[in-house]
Protein backbone atom coordinates (compact mmCIF):
# COMPACT_ATOMS: atom_id res chain seq x y z
CA UNK A 1 0.00 0.00 0.00
CA UNK A 2 2.70 2.25 1.08
CA UNK A 3 4.57 0.86 -2.35
CA UNK A 4 1.64 2.37 -4.00
CA UNK A 5 0.99 5.74 -2.65
CA UNK A 6 4.80 6.33 -3.17
CA UNK A 7 4.35 5.30 -6.76
CA UNK A 8 1.84 8.05 -7.29
CA UNK A 9 3.27 10.61 -5.33
CA UNK A 10 6.19 9.95 -7.35
CA UNK A 11 4.56 10.51 -10.87
CA UNK A 12 2.25 13.65 -9.49
CA UNK A 13 5.20 15.05 -8.97
CA UNK A 14 6.44 14.15 -11.96
CA UNK A 15 4.07 15.83 -13.91
CA UNK A 16 3.58 18.55 -11.59
CA UNK A 17 7.59 19.08 -11.92
CA UNK A 18 6.96 19.34 -15.88
CA UNK A 19 4.14 22.15 -15.88
CA UNK A 20 6.38 24.17 -13.43
CA UNK A 21 9.15 23.87 -16.09
CA UNK A 22 6.80 25.23 -18.46
CA UNK A 23 3.56 26.85 -17.00
CA UNK A 24 1.72 25.99 -20.19
CA UNK A 25 -1.47 24.08 -19.43
CA UNK A 26 -2.20 25.92 -16.47
CA UNK A 27 -1.53 29.43 -18.12
CA UNK A 28 -3.25 28.47 -21.07
CA UNK A 29 -6.62 26.77 -19.15
CA UNK A 30 -6.89 29.85 -16.56
CA UNK A 31 -6.54 32.84 -19.74
CA UNK A 32 -9.37 30.18 -21.58
CA UNK A 33 -11.34 30.45 -18.77
CA UNK A 34 -11.25 33.98 -17.97
CA UNK A 35 -11.90 34.51 -21.72
CA UNK A 36 -15.12 32.45 -21.43
CA UNK A 37 -16.19 34.43 -18.88
CA UNK A 38 -15.65 37.25 -20.27
CA UNK A 39 -17.44 35.98 -23.67
CA UNK A 40 -20.76 34.92 -21.30
CA UNK A 41 -20.61 38.05 -19.49
CA UNK A 42 -21.20 40.03 -22.60
CA UNK A 43 -24.15 37.49 -23.88
CA UNK A 44 -25.63 37.28 -20.71
CA UNK A 45 -25.78 41.17 -20.34
CA UNK A 46 -22.77 42.52 -18.11
CA UNK A 47 -23.58 44.43 -14.94
CA UNK A 48 -26.52 42.01 -13.61
CA UNK A 49 -26.78 40.37 -11.05
CA UNK A 50 -26.51 36.81 -11.19
CA UNK A 51 -27.83 33.84 -8.93
CA UNK A 52 -25.74 30.77 -7.21
CA UNK A 53 -27.64 29.01 -10.01
CA UNK A 54 -26.71 30.48 -12.74
CA UNK A 55 -22.93 30.77 -11.52
CA UNK A 56 -22.75 26.87 -11.29
CA UNK A 57 -23.92 27.12 -15.24
CA UNK A 58 -21.56 29.58 -16.06
CA UNK A 59 -18.31 27.92 -14.09
CA UNK A 60 -19.59 24.50 -15.57
CA UNK A 61 -18.68 25.96 -19.06
CA UNK A 62 -15.32 26.85 -17.99
CA UNK A 63 -14.25 23.75 -16.03
CA UNK A 64 -15.26 21.92 -19.12
CA UNK A 65 -13.24 23.06 -21.76
CA UNK A 66 -10.44 24.03 -19.50
CA UNK A 67 -10.79 20.26 -18.42
CA UNK A 68 -10.40 18.89 -21.38
CA UNK A 69 -7.57 21.22 -22.32
CA UNK A 70 -5.32 19.50 -19.05
CA UNK A 71 -6.57 16.11 -20.03
CA UNK A 72 -5.07 16.22 -23.22
CA UNK A 73 -1.99 18.31 -21.70
CA UNK A 74 -1.14 15.93 -19.16
CA UNK A 75 -1.60 13.13 -21.72
CA UNK A 76 0.46 14.65 -24.36
CA UNK A 77 3.62 14.96 -22.21
CA UNK A 78 3.99 11.43 -22.21
CA UNK A 79 3.35 11.33 -26.11
CA UNK A 80 6.81 13.47 -26.23
CA UNK A 81 10.23 11.31 -26.93
CA UNK A 82 8.01 8.05 -26.43
CA UNK A 83 7.99 8.86 -22.34
CA UNK A 84 4.66 6.63 -22.33
CA UNK A 85 6.99 3.47 -23.48
CA UNK A 86 9.41 4.29 -20.72
CA UNK A 87 6.56 4.47 -18.04
CA UNK A 88 5.18 1.50 -19.25
CA UNK A 89 7.94 -0.30 -18.79
CA UNK A 90 8.59 0.55 -15.45
CA UNK A 91 7.40 -2.18 -12.82
CA UNK A 92 4.21 -0.10 -11.89
CA UNK A 93 0.92 -0.96 -11.78
CA UNK A 94 -1.28 0.84 -14.32
CA UNK A 95 -3.58 1.71 -12.51
CA UNK A 96 -1.20 3.79 -10.22
CA UNK A 97 -1.01 5.75 -14.20
CA UNK A 98 -4.30 6.47 -13.68
CA UNK A 99 -4.41 7.17 -10.37
CA UNK A 100 -1.53 9.84 -10.79
CA UNK A 101 -2.96 11.25 -13.68
CA UNK A 102 -6.56 11.80 -12.41
CA UNK A 103 -4.95 13.16 -9.31
CA UNK A 104 -2.80 15.50 -11.76
CA UNK A 105 -5.70 16.53 -13.57
CA UNK A 106 -7.68 17.40 -10.57
CA UNK A 107 -5.18 19.76 -9.42
CA UNK A 108 -4.98 21.83 -12.57
CA UNK A 109 -8.65 21.58 -12.53
CA UNK A 110 -8.53 22.96 -8.91
CA UNK A 111 -5.87 25.45 -9.78
CA UNK A 112 -8.48 26.64 -12.89
CA UNK A 113 -11.06 27.18 -10.47
CA UNK A 114 -9.46 29.09 -7.67
CA UNK A 115 -8.40 31.54 -10.19
CA UNK A 116 -11.48 31.64 -12.37
CA UNK A 117 -14.30 31.49 -9.95
CA UNK A 118 -13.39 34.47 -7.99
CA UNK A 119 -13.28 36.38 -10.90
CA UNK A 120 -16.28 35.28 -12.53
CA UNK A 121 -17.79 36.40 -8.69
CA UNK A 122 -16.50 39.89 -9.03
CA UNK A 123 -17.65 40.22 -12.79
CA UNK A 124 -21.01 38.28 -12.65
CA UNK A 125 -21.77 39.46 -8.74
CA UNK A 126 -22.68 35.78 -8.05
CA UNK A 127 -24.11 35.30 -4.23
CA UNK A 128 -22.69 32.10 -2.81
CA UNK A 129 -23.04 33.58 0.74
CA UNK A 130 -26.37 31.77 1.40
CA UNK A 131 -25.08 28.52 0.83
CA UNK A 132 -21.17 28.24 0.13
CA UNK A 133 -20.50 24.62 1.49
CA UNK A 134 -23.26 23.24 -0.63
CA UNK A 135 -21.82 25.00 -3.67
CA UNK A 136 -18.60 23.72 -3.03
CA UNK A 137 -20.04 19.80 -2.20
CA UNK A 138 -21.54 19.74 -5.56
CA UNK A 139 -19.06 21.27 -7.49
CA UNK A 140 -16.09 19.25 -5.91
CA UNK A 141 -17.73 15.82 -6.39
CA UNK A 142 -19.04 16.85 -10.15
CA UNK A 143 -15.24 17.82 -11.59
CA UNK A 144 -14.25 13.91 -10.11
CA UNK A 145 -16.94 12.50 -11.92
CA UNK A 146 -15.96 14.58 -14.82
CA UNK A 147 -12.76 14.12 -14.58
CA UNK A 148 -12.83 10.36 -14.03
CA UNK A 149 -13.90 9.91 -17.32
CA UNK A 150 -11.74 12.71 -19.05
CA UNK A 151 -8.50 10.85 -17.70
CA UNK A 152 -9.70 7.68 -19.28
CA UNK A 153 -10.24 9.20 -22.65
CA UNK A 154 -7.98 11.18 -22.55
CA UNK A 155 -5.29 7.92 -22.44
CA UNK A 156 -7.34 6.64 -25.47
CA UNK A 157 -7.30 9.09 -27.58
CA UNK A 158 -4.08 10.18 -27.11
CA UNK A 159 -2.47 8.67 -30.11
CA UNK A 160 -5.44 8.94 -32.78
CA UNK A 161 -4.93 12.08 -35.27
CA UNK A 162 -8.17 14.26 -34.15
CA UNK A 163 -6.69 14.64 -29.99
CA UNK A 164 -8.97 18.07 -28.89
CA UNK A 165 -11.91 17.21 -30.84
CA UNK A 166 -12.29 13.91 -29.94
CA UNK A 167 -11.27 14.10 -26.59
CA UNK A 168 -14.27 17.13 -25.98
CA UNK A 169 -16.45 15.02 -28.37
CA UNK A 170 -16.46 12.04 -25.96
CA UNK A 171 -16.16 13.26 -22.22
CA UNK A 172 -18.77 15.87 -22.85
CA UNK A 173 -21.91 13.70 -23.59
CA UNK A 174 -20.70 11.12 -20.93
CA UNK A 175 -20.52 14.08 -18.23
CA UNK A 176 -23.75 15.34 -19.10
CA UNK A 177 -25.65 13.82 -15.97
CA UNK A 178 -23.38 14.99 -13.62
CA UNK A 179 -23.32 18.57 -15.35
CA UNK A 180 -27.51 17.90 -15.08
CA UNK A 181 -27.37 16.77 -11.82
CA UNK A 182 -25.18 19.73 -10.13
CA UNK A 183 -26.76 22.25 -12.24
CA UNK A 184 -30.45 21.25 -11.13
CA UNK A 185 -28.74 20.59 -7.36
CA UNK A 186 -28.19 23.65 -7.23
CA UNK A 187 -31.11 25.35 -9.04
CA UNK A 188 -33.03 23.48 -5.99
CA UNK A 189 -31.04 25.27 -3.39
CA UNK A 190 -30.11 28.45 -4.77
CA UNK A 191 -34.03 29.15 -6.31
CA UNK A 192 -35.97 26.79 -4.02
CA UNK A 193 -34.21 27.42 -0.68
CA UNK A 194 -34.32 23.56 -0.22
CA UNK A 195 -31.25 22.52 1.22
CA UNK A 196 -28.85 19.86 -0.40
CA UNK A 197 -29.87 16.38 1.21
CA UNK A 198 -27.71 13.40 2.25
CA UNK A 199 -29.36 11.68 -0.62
CA UNK A 200 -28.53 14.42 -3.38
CA UNK A 201 -24.46 13.61 -2.37
CA UNK A 202 -24.48 10.01 -2.34
CA UNK A 203 -26.24 9.97 -5.59
CA UNK A 204 -23.20 12.09 -7.01
CA UNK A 205 -20.62 9.98 -4.73
CA UNK A 206 -22.23 7.27 -6.51
CA UNK A 207 -21.62 8.67 -9.85
CA UNK A 208 -18.14 9.58 -8.93
CA UNK A 209 -17.45 5.70 -7.92
CA UNK A 210 -18.62 3.85 -10.63
CA UNK A 211 -16.77 6.28 -12.95
CA UNK A 212 -13.55 5.94 -10.81
CA UNK A 213 -13.68 2.37 -10.80
CA UNK A 214 -14.61 1.38 -14.47
CA UNK A 215 -12.09 3.94 -15.79
CA UNK A 216 -9.63 2.38 -13.20
CA UNK A 217 -10.51 -1.06 -14.76
CA UNK A 218 -10.24 -0.70 -18.35
CA UNK A 219 -7.46 1.83 -17.75
CA UNK A 220 -5.01 -0.74 -18.94
CA UNK A 221 -6.49 -1.64 -21.69
CA UNK A 222 -6.69 2.15 -23.37
CA UNK A 223 -3.06 3.10 -22.56
CA UNK A 224 -0.90 2.08 -25.82
CA UNK A 225 2.92 3.43 -26.76
CA UNK B 1 -31.09 -19.83 -51.93
CA UNK B 2 -32.34 -21.17 -48.71
CA UNK B 3 -31.01 -18.33 -46.50
CA UNK B 4 -31.92 -16.16 -49.21
CA UNK B 5 -35.67 -17.50 -48.90
CA UNK B 6 -35.51 -16.96 -45.01
CA UNK B 7 -34.49 -13.42 -45.62
CA UNK B 8 -36.94 -12.47 -47.47
CA UNK B 9 -39.81 -14.42 -45.79
CA UNK B 10 -38.77 -12.29 -42.60
CA UNK B 11 -38.54 -9.36 -44.57
CA UNK B 12 -42.56 -9.55 -45.97
CA UNK B 13 -43.42 -11.08 -42.89
CA UNK B 14 -42.11 -8.06 -41.23
CA UNK B 15 -43.69 -5.58 -44.00
CA UNK B 16 -47.39 -7.52 -43.44
CA UNK B 17 -47.27 -7.02 -39.73
CA UNK B 18 -46.55 -3.40 -40.50
CA UNK B 19 -49.70 -3.58 -42.57
CA UNK B 20 -51.76 -5.40 -40.40
CA UNK B 21 -50.72 -2.81 -37.30
CA UNK B 22 -51.76 -0.02 -38.95
CA UNK B 23 -54.49 -1.43 -40.20
CA UNK B 24 -55.51 -2.26 -36.21
CA UNK B 25 -53.85 1.23 -35.66
CA UNK B 26 -57.03 3.17 -37.46
CA UNK B 27 -59.65 0.35 -37.97
CA UNK B 28 -59.83 -0.85 -34.61
CA UNK B 29 -58.29 1.26 -31.80
CA UNK B 30 -60.52 3.78 -30.24
CA UNK B 31 -59.92 7.48 -30.76
CA UNK B 32 -58.03 8.59 -27.51
CA UNK B 33 -61.11 11.24 -25.82
CA UNK B 34 -58.28 13.97 -24.31
CA UNK B 35 -55.91 14.49 -26.99
CA UNK B 36 -57.95 12.94 -29.91
CA UNK B 37 -56.19 11.23 -33.29
CA UNK B 38 -52.51 12.43 -32.24
CA UNK B 39 -52.61 10.19 -29.68
CA UNK B 40 -52.06 7.23 -31.70
CA UNK B 41 -48.02 8.09 -32.15
CA UNK B 42 -48.13 6.31 -28.77
CA UNK B 43 -48.26 3.33 -30.19
CA UNK B 44 -45.35 3.51 -32.05
CA UNK B 45 -43.26 5.98 -29.77
CA UNK B 46 -43.52 3.30 -26.81
CA UNK B 47 -42.40 0.26 -28.47
CA UNK B 48 -39.77 1.69 -30.21
CA UNK B 49 -38.45 3.48 -26.99
CA UNK B 50 -38.22 -0.02 -25.81
CA UNK B 51 -35.96 -1.08 -28.81
CA UNK B 52 -33.88 1.50 -28.48
CA UNK B 53 -33.07 0.45 -25.17
CA UNK B 54 -32.66 -3.30 -26.50
CA UNK B 55 -30.31 -2.14 -29.12
CA UNK B 56 -27.60 0.09 -26.83
CA UNK B 57 -27.81 -3.00 -24.28
CA UNK B 58 -26.69 -4.98 -27.28
CA UNK B 59 -23.78 -2.38 -27.65
CA UNK B 60 -23.29 -2.48 -24.14
CA UNK B 61 -22.64 -6.43 -24.70
CA UNK B 62 -20.77 -6.74 -27.82
CA UNK B 63 -18.38 -3.82 -26.40
CA UNK B 64 -17.78 -6.27 -23.57
CA UNK B 65 -17.04 -9.40 -25.91
CA UNK B 66 -14.78 -7.24 -27.89
CA UNK B 67 -12.57 -6.48 -24.79
CA UNK B 68 -12.92 -9.83 -23.90
CA UNK B 69 -11.77 -11.53 -26.62
CA UNK B 70 -10.45 -9.19 -29.17
CA UNK B 71 -12.88 -10.60 -32.15
CA UNK B 72 -13.69 -7.66 -34.83
CA UNK B 73 -17.05 -9.37 -35.19
CA UNK B 74 -18.09 -8.06 -31.74
CA UNK B 75 -16.78 -4.81 -33.12
CA UNK B 76 -19.19 -4.84 -36.35
CA UNK B 77 -22.28 -5.98 -34.28
CA UNK B 78 -21.75 -3.41 -31.67
CA UNK B 79 -21.73 -1.02 -34.49
CA UNK B 80 -24.76 -2.00 -36.50
CA UNK B 81 -26.34 -1.85 -32.76
CA UNK B 82 -25.20 1.25 -31.79
CA UNK B 83 -26.96 2.94 -36.00
CA UNK B 84 -30.21 0.58 -34.77
CA UNK B 85 -30.50 2.59 -31.22
CA UNK B 86 -29.65 6.14 -32.54
CA UNK B 87 -32.03 5.71 -35.59
CA UNK B 88 -34.53 4.25 -33.12
CA UNK B 89 -34.10 7.25 -30.73
CA UNK B 90 -33.95 9.50 -33.26
CA UNK B 91 -37.93 8.48 -33.81
CA UNK B 92 -38.59 8.45 -30.40
CA UNK B 93 -37.16 12.08 -29.98
CA UNK B 94 -39.38 12.85 -33.21
CA UNK B 95 -42.37 11.47 -32.28
CA UNK B 96 -42.64 12.62 -28.56
CA UNK B 97 -41.63 16.50 -29.94
CA UNK B 98 -45.31 15.60 -31.81
CA UNK B 99 -47.18 14.59 -28.97
CA UNK B 100 -45.50 17.40 -26.97
CA UNK B 101 -46.88 20.01 -29.44
CA UNK B 102 -49.87 18.72 -29.27
CA UNK B 103 -50.44 17.97 -25.56
CA UNK B 104 -48.20 21.15 -24.38
CA UNK B 105 -48.68 23.40 -27.23
CA UNK B 106 -44.84 23.36 -27.35
CA UNK B 107 -42.45 21.25 -29.74
CA UNK B 108 -39.44 20.99 -26.99
CA UNK B 109 -39.95 21.07 -23.22
CA UNK B 110 -37.03 20.31 -20.59
CA UNK B 111 -39.08 17.77 -19.03
CA UNK B 112 -36.87 14.77 -17.65
CA UNK B 113 -37.77 11.61 -20.37
CA UNK B 114 -37.46 14.55 -23.19
CA UNK B 115 -34.09 15.56 -21.83
CA UNK B 116 -33.29 11.52 -21.21
CA UNK B 117 -33.66 10.80 -24.63
CA UNK B 118 -31.84 13.63 -26.01
CA UNK B 119 -29.09 13.00 -24.28
CA UNK B 120 -28.95 9.50 -24.71
CA UNK B 121 -29.03 9.88 -28.47
CA UNK B 122 -25.85 12.32 -27.83
CA UNK B 123 -24.44 9.35 -26.10
CA UNK B 124 -24.57 7.08 -29.47
CA UNK B 125 -24.37 9.70 -31.84
CA UNK B 126 -21.32 10.21 -30.86
CA UNK B 127 -20.28 6.63 -30.73
CA UNK B 128 -20.82 6.67 -34.33
CA UNK B 129 -19.39 10.16 -35.04
CA UNK B 130 -15.91 8.95 -33.23
CA UNK B 131 -15.15 5.80 -35.32
CA UNK B 132 -14.14 7.35 -38.36
CA UNK B 133 -12.11 9.86 -36.37
CA UNK B 134 -9.72 7.21 -35.48
CA UNK B 135 -7.65 5.23 -38.43
CA UNK B 136 -6.13 1.91 -36.50
CA UNK B 137 -9.24 -0.47 -36.97
CA UNK B 138 -8.11 -2.27 -33.65
CA UNK B 139 -7.72 1.20 -32.07
CA UNK B 140 -11.08 1.94 -33.05
CA UNK B 141 -12.56 -1.09 -31.93
CA UNK B 142 -10.93 -0.40 -28.33
CA UNK B 143 -11.69 3.03 -28.35
CA UNK B 144 -14.86 2.42 -29.36
CA UNK B 145 -15.95 -0.57 -26.79
CA UNK B 146 -14.63 1.43 -23.92
CA UNK B 147 -16.89 4.61 -24.83
CA UNK B 148 -20.35 2.12 -25.63
CA UNK B 149 -19.66 0.45 -21.93
CA UNK B 150 -18.77 3.53 -19.83
CA UNK B 151 -22.04 5.35 -22.23
CA UNK B 152 -24.40 2.51 -21.52
CA UNK B 153 -23.26 2.85 -17.67
CA UNK B 154 -23.68 6.50 -17.79
CA UNK B 155 -27.80 5.72 -18.72
CA UNK B 156 -29.19 5.37 -15.49
CA UNK B 157 -27.24 8.46 -13.88
CA UNK B 158 -29.02 10.52 -16.80
CA UNK B 159 -32.20 9.20 -15.66
CA UNK B 160 -31.40 10.04 -12.27
CA UNK B 161 -30.12 13.46 -13.26
CA UNK B 162 -33.05 14.52 -15.32
CA UNK B 163 -35.28 13.36 -12.35
CA UNK B 164 -34.71 16.43 -10.74
CA UNK B 165 -35.95 18.43 -13.55
CA UNK B 166 -39.77 19.28 -13.13
CA UNK B 167 -42.10 16.53 -14.72
CA UNK B 168 -45.01 17.67 -17.12
CA UNK B 169 -44.74 14.11 -18.77
CA UNK B 170 -47.21 11.57 -17.93
CA UNK B 171 -45.80 9.13 -15.48
CA UNK B 172 -48.77 6.32 -16.23
CA UNK B 173 -50.65 6.29 -18.75
CA UNK B 174 -54.83 4.65 -18.80
CA UNK B 175 -55.26 2.38 -21.47
CA UNK B 176 -58.57 0.44 -22.40
CA UNK B 177 -57.77 -3.08 -23.81
CA UNK B 178 -58.51 -2.84 -27.17
CA UNK B 179 -55.04 0.31 -26.83
CA UNK B 180 -52.84 -2.37 -24.64
CA UNK B 181 -54.34 -4.93 -27.44
CA UNK B 182 -52.51 -2.62 -30.17
CA UNK B 183 -49.22 -1.60 -28.85
CA UNK B 184 -48.62 -5.18 -28.05
CA UNK B 185 -49.13 -5.91 -31.48
CA UNK B 186 -47.01 -2.94 -32.41
CA UNK B 187 -43.85 -4.33 -30.55
CA UNK B 188 -43.68 -6.98 -33.19
CA UNK B 189 -42.85 -5.22 -36.39
CA UNK B 190 -40.90 -2.56 -34.75
CA UNK B 191 -38.82 -5.46 -32.65
CA UNK B 192 -38.58 -7.78 -36.09
CA UNK B 193 -37.47 -4.39 -37.87
CA UNK B 194 -34.71 -3.54 -35.45
CA UNK B 195 -33.58 -7.07 -35.58
CA UNK B 196 -33.52 -7.26 -39.56
CA UNK B 197 -31.42 -4.03 -39.44
CA UNK B 198 -28.72 -5.27 -36.42
CA UNK B 199 -28.57 -8.23 -39.03
CA UNK B 200 -28.00 -6.23 -41.99
CA UNK B 201 -26.01 -3.38 -40.39
CA UNK B 202 -23.68 -6.26 -39.23
CA UNK B 203 -23.37 -8.29 -42.42
CA UNK B 204 -22.33 -4.62 -44.00
CA UNK B 205 -20.15 -4.31 -41.81
CA UNK B 206 -18.46 -7.73 -42.00
CA UNK B 207 -18.07 -6.90 -45.91
CA UNK B 208 -16.59 -4.24 -45.59
CA UNK B 209 -14.14 -5.62 -43.28
CA UNK B 210 -13.42 -8.30 -45.12
CA UNK B 211 -13.05 -5.82 -48.40
CA UNK B 212 -10.66 -3.96 -47.10
CA UNK B 213 -8.02 -6.92 -45.43
CA UNK B 214 -8.51 -7.86 -48.81
CA UNK B 215 -7.42 -4.84 -50.28
CA UNK B 216 -4.58 -4.40 -48.08
CA UNK B 217 -3.75 -7.75 -48.52
CA UNK B 218 -3.63 -7.03 -52.46
CA UNK B 219 -1.46 -4.02 -52.23
CA UNK B 220 1.07 -5.77 -49.73
CA UNK B 221 1.18 -8.86 -52.95
CA UNK B 222 1.40 -6.56 -55.52
CA UNK B 223 4.33 -4.28 -53.98
CA UNK B 224 7.71 -4.99 -55.91
CA UNK B 225 10.26 -7.50 -54.33
CA UNK B 226 13.31 -5.62 -52.17
CA UNK B 227 16.41 -5.29 -54.31
CA UNK B 228 19.42 -7.24 -52.92
CA UNK B 229 21.39 -5.45 -50.50
CA UNK B 230 25.39 -5.79 -51.60
CA UNK B 231 26.43 -8.23 -49.05
CA UNK B 232 23.18 -10.44 -50.95
CA UNK B 233 24.95 -9.33 -54.27
CA UNK B 234 28.65 -10.43 -53.19
CA UNK B 235 27.23 -14.05 -52.16
Redesign the interface.
Known sequence: MNRTLRQIGLLIQKDLRIEARGRQTIGLVIVLGILIIVVLGMGLGAGRPVSGFGATSILWVTYLFGGVLCFEKTMAVERFDDALAGLLIAPIDRGVIYASKLITNLLLIIGLALVVTPVAMTLFRFDLSEHPLAFFIVMSLGVTGFTA?GT??SA??S????QG??LA??VF??S???V??ST??MR?VFEEGVPLTSTDVA?LCA?DM??LI??WL?FE??L?P | MNRKCLVYGFWSVTLALFVASVAMLFLYTPIEKTMGPVQKIFYLHLPIAINTFLACFVVFIASIGYLWQRKMWWDDLAFAAGKVAVLYCSVVLLTGMIWGKSAWGSWWTWSPRLTFSLVLWLLFVVYLMIRPSIDSPQRRAMISAVYGIVAFIDVPFVYLSVKLLPDIHPASIALAPAMKLTVLVWFLPITLLALGLLRAGYLLNRQIRTESQRNQNMVFESAPPASPTPMEELA
Open positions: VLFAVSTRLGLMLPLLPVIMQLKTFIFVSVLVE
